[in-house]
């Protein structure tokens, strides 16, 4: 058996989404490598070696059994599957969505073809010194024999070194964990809770699942509903409240974040197309009483799909009392989400278009809704 090691790296990005990029890359390395121990600050600084927009840098540490040579493969994998292509023509440096170096391997001292450890021009870069103090200020340079504190404190490179107030974490169960509880919203038929249960089983999620199926008015409602509109709005919402504040109010311990299949706002956004304007009125009142004690999503996520995906969804999972449901209906409540994501700015909203992905069929489109709600959720941490 391989005997664990630490090697520690260093990440930037001058890029594209340059915080997501360097928190996708955490994610890649602790799949493809093993467990990241440590992060640094973030910090800012200017090209280095050419000209080109500022970098967002930082250095991480990890625990891995593979061999040096193993992880510069897996590193090079990581940066083609980010989308980078190294500069391969001998002119020099050039702005990079994604830039992954190996620091240390322990203390090796190594010396090929392929690879030179420690890297030989860490200590000619703050840009490196200055996030690797924050994570191993008193790890010896094997050849040097002087730590990271003293290595930067005798960097002739002069550049501004600027510490961010930015925040990346180990792995998505941690930057789910910071965020407790993701709500993720949809019409009739868009997968959400389909979503919900891949990500809470992905990422030890504790499910909160809308309970709709033995509601006595919904077929009735299908029928006739001027007729079975306020029952079932009424019905709806005294069960989503009681629900929702008994599965919001109490956290797992086993488990670290929430992530439900709704939010409780539906409840105000269906009742809006099917009331009448004097039963919605009244509905409106007992709401707004019910929504000030509930508690509100960190992430929330509506899942678009068009009207004739919808229509295919439904179709497909069989369920006799939405058969009839029309194709306008369906529009009333995409148009009632959408004016509801406008009213609230406030809310931690996130779009999410998958008309044209399959997320229970495709890994890589389960991989990229994951990905959206992982570079968003950085987005709104910093």
Same mark, same amino acid.
């Given at each position: 058996?391989?005997?664990?090691k630490?090697?520690?790296l ?6 594209g ?21 440590a992060i ?11 000209? &080109? #927009?500022n970098f ?9 059994? !593979?061999?040096?040579?193993?992880? %510069? *493969? /897996? ?8 989308g ?9 440096y ?32 703050r ?7 924050d ?6 340079h ?5 730590d990271t504190r ?8 002069k550049?501004?070194?600027e ?9 998505r169960?941690?930057?789910?964990m910071?965020?407790?509880?993701m ?5 009739? &038929? #868009?997968?959400k809770t ?5 990500i809470?089983?992905? !990422?030890?999620?504790?499910?909160? %699942? *809308? /309970?709709?199926a ?5 077929p009735n ?13 009424m ?12 599965d919001?109010?109490q ?5 670290n ?12 956004i269906?009742a ?16 707004n ?14 899942l ?8 295919e969804?439904?179709?497909?999972r069989?369920?006799?009392y ?17 004016d ?14 998958i008309s044209?992905?399959?997320f ?14 992982q ?8």
């Amino acid at each position: 058996m391989n005997r664990t090691k630490t090697a520690y790296l260093s990440i930037g990005s001058n890029l594209g989404e340059k915080l997501p990029n360097l928190q996708q890359a955490i994610v890649l390395l602790g799949k493809e490598l093993g467990r990241v121990i440590a992060i640094s600050k973030v910090y800012e600084c200017p090209a280095w070696g050419f000209v &080109g #927009a500022n970098f967002l840098n930082i250095c991480i540490s990890l625990e891995t059994t !593979f061999s040096p040579n193993q992880i %510069l *493969e /897996r590193i090079l994998d990581i940066e083609q599957m980010m989308g980078r292509r190294r500069n391969l023509d001998g002119k020099g440096y050039v702005s990079r969505n994604i830039d992954i170096d190996i620091l240390y391997f322990d203390s090796e001292i190594i010396n090929s073809g392929d690879l030179t450890l420690p890297h030989p021009k860490m200590t000619e870069r703050r840009f490196v010194l200055g996030p690797l103090a924050d994570i191993a200020p008193q790890f010896y340079h094997p050849i040097l024999k002087k730590d990271t504190r003293n290595l930067l404190q005798e960097c002739k490179d002069k550049s501004i070194l600027e510490k961010t107030p930015y925040v990346l974490y180990t792995s998505r169960e941690s930057l789910f964990m910071h965020k407790q509880f993701m709500a993720i919203e949809g019409n009739i &038929g #868009a997968g959400k809770t389909s979503l919900a249960k891949k990500i809470a089983f992905d !990422f030890n999620g504790k499910l909160v %699942l *809308e /309970r709709f199926a033995d509601n006595p008015f919904l077929p009735n409602f299908y029928r006739d509903q001027a007729r079975y509109a306020f029952p079932l709005e009424m019905s709806f919402l005294a069960d989503r409240y009681q629900q929702f504040t008994d599965d919001t109010s109490q956290y797992d311990l086993f488990k670290n974040f929430m992530v439900s299949d709704y939010d409780i706002f539906k409840s105000l956004i269906f009742a809006k197309i099917t009331l009448q304007k004097q039963e919605f009125d009244l509905y409106r009142k007992i709401f707004n009483v019910m929504y000030k004690e509930v508690k509100k999503p960190k992430i929330y996520v509506y899942l678009y799909q068009n009207t004739h995906r919808l229509l295919e969804n439904i179709k497909k999972r069989g369920r006799d009392y939405e058969q009839e449901i029309h194709p306008e209906y369906l529009e009333k409540i995409n148009r009632g989400y959408f004016d509801y994501i406008k009213g609230y700015p406030e809310l931690s909203s996130l779009v999410l278009d998958i008309s044209e992905l399959d997320f229970l069929e495709h890994p890589e489109d389960y991989e990229k809704i994951v990905r959206a709600i992982q570079d968003f959720a950085v987005s709104q941490s910093n």
